[in-house]
């Protein structure tokens, strides 16, 4: 017998429906050939720090058992939420316990989601049930119809084939424990806050911190530009100067202007070719994320959820994928679909362009498309409607048979040897592949204007202002996310379908990204859910708790920045391509992390170290309580009736906990270094006592 494992209930559901004429048992399904069972998800998460301890703990978070390096990893099955084994896990897992070691299955189908986790998943059920050793098997299938799903039956793998990516997957597992567990306590510890330090969670509130602060702190400037806007032959021509001048300079500006007036402004050349303005690419998941965040304000965790239904009905292919291109392979399967879809009366062709197949661009999975299985309207929500149609005409578009022709122009205009101006203008002539994919390409019909002609000017100063950077949306920021090394700031804030996309996969298959396609909407949403950022229609905003999180961080020198993130990253695909070890890549967590602790007791992190939460740091002076460490401040512990306090920054400084016991113990501190005055000037200063307050004391 052939014990195939699915990871959810649905694909277990589609893969009966493929093989036909099984029997539906409690958790599980037979006929004379196959039994198909399928877990919950998740059935088996790692073991908490205390599972590693022989000191038994009340339950509470201690620097006495951090940090954590297990020499083994330990799994458990799931709990609920009172601590204990969640029963409808159990249960599923019971069952298929029971089946692995029935004597009549010769062989296991690992049929986790075709990703790293998805192996992960299935294979810890399996190590942990198995008690004999029996033939291991892989069936990975890009959807979930029965054509593929029966394909992938014929054709399963050993899962020796896919060591290589459970490797990658229980090291990134085994890593983010590390990180998450250890630095979450150590920084809800000395804050008394729950800060959940994750290797990504953090550098993505970061950057949105790091733009909203920018945004914050802007002063915009005054400058002058340079423009022209007349009539020539009835037709309003602007030209906008390269030239800007500061806000001192507008007498320059003016005396530039006078310049450009008193010479004639030519046709020099004009250029016009028809042009075949190609599609976009297939959908990523990101790419289509971002398409649905910024048409119709639609979170990343809704469209997920919706992409998944999809693949799960069958409708769509694997939705976590990071390419926008089709596997060689796939050639013969896109023209069987292309056929279904023509006959619903698409016009549609097959197309064989390295610009839709593309080995080279694809890690795992190819991009999104549709399958075999086309829905009726009436069977989707309106929503489900809407994400199919977009990933359904993006697939039309691309491979439609009417090509989008346009007519380009080009006009150079010149004043005298001082100033070129160039106007474009597009007018699209058979829209082709944009009556199925509206890609927001519009006209710009450009004055009729012939090589000689003079245009009339008038250039004029006009004010302007810069303007501040603009707050992350879902596309900006899931953009940034897929290359936060990507200096072109244009290539973060626009749609790129036109531009070379080497640089971005290159990226991708380094590790360099933040998070992958798998795991960053859940980040993201984790964020939110924990206010650590907003999400305003498809905007990304800095909360109150972020602000406290990423200056916390800092105040502790816990950096968690994208590089050390994406070094991270970049360990992982070591592992995956067999460069390094599962046990190096932990080696290079436990070695950063190590750093933290050890930080914290040399002399340079005392002078800014604030103590732990609820530290006793010495007598009240106005009332004799206990002054004790609190979220931002060293305050009387008797805050109801006294207001003394010390906040543990002043004027940019961390005031270390032995800087407020010596100002308590002594009414005076030592010279302190490094303050930073409201203008921006560094001092030094001692700080003092005044009755109910702290002062600065600059004598020597």
Partial sequence: MILIIAEKPSLARNIVNAIGNMKNNNGYYTNDKYIVTYTIGHLFT???????????????????????????????????????????????????????????????????????????????????????????????????????????????????????????????????????????????????????????????????????????????????????????????????????????????????????????????????????????????????????????????????????????????????????????????????????????????????????????????????????????????????????????????????????????????????????????????????????????????????????????TNFKPKEKETTPPKHYTIETLNNYLKNPFKEDKKALEENQDEVDDTEDYKAIFEGLELGTEATRTGIIKNAITSEYIALNKDVYTIQNQGIYLIESLSQMDISMDKYKTSEMGKALKKVYHEEISVDDSIKIAIDEISEVFKKKDSPIERDKDTGFFGDVIGKCPLCGSEVVKNRYAYGCKDYKNCSFKINTVICNRVISKKHAESLLENGITAKINGFVSKNGKSFDAKLKLDKDKVIFDFSE
């Avoid at 639609?298 to 390419?323: A, C, F, H, W």
């Fill in 46 to 456: 790692l073991a908490d720090i205390e599972d590693y301890s022989d000191t038994p703990t009340d339950g509470r978070w201690t620097m006495d058992n951090i940090p954590c390096f297990p020499t083994r990893f330990k799994f458990n099955l799931k709990k609920a939420a009172n601590k204990k084994v969640d029963p409808g896990i159990l249960k599923q897992y019971n069952i298929i316990e029971s089946l692995i070691n029935r004597e009549d299955v010769d062989t296991i189908v690992n049929a986790g989601d075709a990703d790293r986790e998805g192996e992960v998943i299935i294979r810890l059920i399996v190590d942990n049930a198995l008690k004999s050793e029996k033939k291991k098997v892989r069936l990975w299938v890009p959807d979930q119809t029965v054509e593929t799903i029966n394909a992938g039956l014929s054709d399963l793998k050993d899962e020796s084939n896919y060591d290589n990516l459970a490797n990658e997957g229980l090291a990134r597992t085994y890593i983010d424990w590390l990180y998450g567990v250890n630095l979450t306590r150590f920084a809800t510890l000395k804050t008394g806050t729950l800060l959940r330090v994750g290797r990504v969670i953090i550098p993505i509130v970061k950057a949105i911190y790091d733009r909203d602060m920018a945004i914050r702190n802007f002063k915009p400037e005054i400058y002058y530009g340079i423009n022209s806007n007349e009539l020539t032959k009835n037709e309003e021509i602007e030209l906008n100067s390269k030239e800007k001048f500061d806000k001192k300079d507008l007498k320059k500006a003016q005396e530039y202007c006078n310049t450009l007036n008193s010479l004639d402004a030519i046709v020099m050349d004009k250029k016009v070719k028809k042009d075949t303005l190609n599609p976009g690419k297939l959908y990523s998941l990101s790419k289509l994320q971002n398409y649905l965040g910024k048409k119709y304000k639609m979170p990343m965790d809704k469209s997920l959820s919706i992409v998944q239904k999809l693949y799960e009905s069958g409708y769509l292919t694997y939705p976590r994928t990071n390419s926008e291109y089709l596997a060689v392979a796939e050639k013969d399967k896109i023209k069987t679909i292309l056929n279904n879809i023509s006959k619903i009366g698409y016009p549609v062709k097959f197309k064989d362009k390295k610009t839709i197949f593309d080995d080279s661009k694809i890690e795992s999975h190819s991009a999104l498309t549709p399958t075999y299985k086309i829905p009726k309207k009436e069977n989707l929500t309106e929503e489900e409607f809407l994400v199919y149609q977009t990933v359904f005409k993006r697939f039309v578009a691309v491979f439609c048979s009417e090509d989008c022709t346009v007519e380009k122009t080009e006009i150079k205009i010149k004043c005298g040897d001082l100033e070129e101006f160039t106007l474009k203008g597009t007018i699209i002539i058979n829209p082709g592949w944009t009556k199925f994919d509206d890609t927001s390409t519009k006209d710009k019909i450009l004055p009729n204007l012939e090589i000689g002609e003079k245009i009339n």
